[in-house]
């Protein structure tokens, strides 16, 4: 069993700055890539950005330059950090992991966390 975890989420003015956290725990075998989603009301659920276990990443072009994915593996983490918040940004954002749970077909299932809001409003 592998559970994540999101937090940092809040509100926030247009501008301004958030950092969000998400941190696997459990049985961990061995985790590949892992993103950050989010989903506004009555939108679809929307890739923020991916990082790969390597550390290589890959933005949405309305958040490039202003957000930045990046992986703590030891700590089993990963964070987003988001600069110059816009009120498009407002939704909640979910952490997806790839859990490797067999090391000899490298099968893995897709987790999610619980999601955190983000709301960017003046």
């Known amino acids: 069993q592998v559970q994540l975890a999101e937090s940092g989420g809040g509100s926030v003015q247009p501008g301004q700055s958030l950092t969000l956290t998400c941190t696997a725990s459990?049985?961990?075998?061995?985790?590949?890539?892992m993103a950050w989603y989010r989903q506004a009301p009555g939108k679809q659920r929307e890739v923020v950005a991916t990082?790969?276990?390597?550390?290589?990443?890959d933005y949405r072009t309305s958040v490039q330059g202003r957000f930045t994915i990046s992986r703590d593996n030891a700590k089993n983490t990963i964070y987003l950090r988001m600069d110059a918040l816009v009120p498009e940004d407002s939704a909640v954002y979910y952490c997806?992991?790839?859990?490797?749970?067999?090391?000899?077909?490298?099968?893995?299932?897709?987790?999610w966390g619980q999601g955190t809001l983000v709301t960017v409003a003046s």
């Open positions: 990082i790969t276990a390597y550390g290589i990443v």
């Open positions: 997806n992991a790839q859990h490797v749970y067999s090391n000899s077909s490298n099968r893995f299932v897709s987790l």
């Open positions: 459990g049985t961990i075998n061995f985790i590949r890539d």
